[in-house]
């Protein structure tokens, strides 16, 4: 429940660090546009769509990517396409937009449903007894990522990498105090220094997978398998370390996102009986008569449309962040150059003005026929613009394979003491994660 007044400063400051989406009052869910200045910066709040699509859109090249983002991220993330700005930003995005084409992620459709029915298997095994299902969507979607990046060959050992890869994801996007002041660079950043050798364990191996490929693409192409990594190869457009970036970019934006916005499905789903048997209908009946998984995300449109909803209401990347370049003007508000712009999916997938009872789970809004209603500016779980998700049908494909394969042999209820809070680390996540009883049903 939003409060009513602003948050005074100690307030505020507490607030900011221990869960920003709680700093938004009243106003925030009312309001086309808010003015919200802290530490002296200029902050535009934008929830109104067309103001949206001004300044992601027609204005984008006036909205740079805030530096207080770069400076967190950056350090992990180099090159790869979610840091990068300018000439390297558009090179790469052009180089890795075939990459992520509809005939390419649809081909990762049969390792997507073979990783998650696989899982499935395992889950049932637990037959009744409560397991933290935030922590097995994080597992599940790590296996998918492992087998459509890399087909799991990667050198050295998987459980050690999968350990560094957490390591150094844990430590990604921790906001250090000298980095909120912009203090001189040479001065040290503890989650920079805490993530090191994480960070170097797990470029070498990415490094020495990359060259295996390499290797193996030079002598067999045939023999290589048809993967990320060697469609990364075979566009010869980004340099060898371009294209770890890259990886690691991946899997900074692609492993955790996908993982909350699955847990959050199931969870809804258990506080939706109704809904929930409309999804396993709809798995019961149709599932049978669709072998390739690549039509799944069309064919099961109540699935799809539980997934969707999940996201307007936990939205994984719940604030778009930006810097205005030279003055602009949105909704009669004017904004000044050096302005904190953000465009926060968590506000607008629950303003007031946009949407019907928005804190109410009700998938049907996402159902064909009524989905093409939504402004696109009014629903952004991937973003908008030039910058939007390259990864946007490769999560909305996984998302889709893995809850039809959980969902059409096992039931999950929550089984907490009380219902979880949504905290904002970067990803939006149940605070005590989500204990739920999984059984066959
Ligand atoms: C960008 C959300 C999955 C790779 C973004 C942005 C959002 C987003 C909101 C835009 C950020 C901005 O404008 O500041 C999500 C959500 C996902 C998801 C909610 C899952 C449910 C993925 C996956 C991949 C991926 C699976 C890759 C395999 C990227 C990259 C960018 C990006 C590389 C940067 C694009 C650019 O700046 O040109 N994502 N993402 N994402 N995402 Fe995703």
Same mark, same amino acid.
């Given at each position: ?269 258990? &506080? ?151 905290? &904002? ?17």
């Amino acid at each position: 429940v939003p409060h009513e007044k602003p948050l005074g400063l100690p307030r505020f400051l507490a607030t900011a660090s221990r869960n920003p989406i709680e700093i938004w009052g009243q106003r925030a869910y009312r309001e086309p546009v808010v003015r919200a200045d802290w530490l002296r910066v200029p902050t535009i709040v934008l929830s109104d769509p067309a103001g949206i699509r001004h300044c992601l859109v027609e204005n984008a090249a006036n909205y740079a990517l805030q530096p207080l983002r770069q400076r967190v991220l950056r350090p992990f993330l180099r090159d790869g396409l979610l840091t990068a700005e300018g000439e390297l930003w558009r090179r790469t995005r052009r180089a890795l937009s075939p990459v992520f084409a509809p005939r390419n992620v649809g081909r990762l459709a049969a390792p997507m449903a073979e990783r998650s029915q696989r899982f499935a298997e395992d889950l049932a095994r637990l037959d009744g007894a409560v397991t933290d299902v935030s922590t097995q969507m994080t597992l599940l979607t790590y296996d998918i990522l492992q087998a459509t990046l890399f087909t799991n060959d990667i050198t050295g050992r998987p459980d050690e990498f999968a350990h560094a890869m957490e390591r150094f994801l844990h430590r990604m996007g921790r906001v250090d105090p000298l980095d909120i002041l912009d203090a001189p660079a040479f001065l040290p950043r503890i989650w920079r220094l805490m993530g090191r050798r994480a960070n170097q364990y797990f470029r070498r191996i990415i490094a020495e997978t990359r060259d295996r490929r390499r290797a193996l693409l030079a002598r067999d192409p045939a023999a290589a398998p048809q993967d990320l990594l060697t469609l990364l190869l075979e566009s010869e457009a980004l340099s060898d370390s371009e294209i770890d970036d890259n990886i690691i970019t991946f899997i900074g934006a692609g492993h955790e996102t996908t993982a909350r916005a699955l847990g959050w499905t199931l969870y809804l789903l258990s &506080q939706a009986p109704a809904e929930r048997a409309l999804v396993e209908a709809e798995l019961d009946a149709l599932l049978p008569g669709l072998p390739d998984p690549g039509d799944w995300p069309n064919a099961l449109p109540r699935t799809r449309a539980a997934f969707e909803e999940a996201m307007r209401l936990y939205p994984p990347a719940p604030s778009l962040n930006r810097t205005a370049l030279a003055d602009d003007r949105v909704c009669g508000m004017p904004v000044p150059a050096g302005a904190s712009l953000l465009v926060l999916p968590w506000l607008v997938h629950r303003h007031e003005t946009l949407w019907d009872q928005p804190g109410h789970f009700r998938p049907e809004r996402f159902l064909p026929g009524r989905r093409e209603r939504i402004d696109r500016f009014a629903y952004l779980p991937f973003g908008a613009g030039p910058r939007v998700c390259i990864g946007a049908s490769f999560a909305m494909q996984e998302g889709v394979i893995a809850l039809a394969s959980l969902l059409r042999h096992l039931r999950f209820d929550f089984a907490g003491e009380r219902h979880p809070m949504p905290v &904002q680390k970067i990803t939006v996540q149940p605070d005590r994660g989500l204990p739920m009883r999984v059984g066959r049903r």
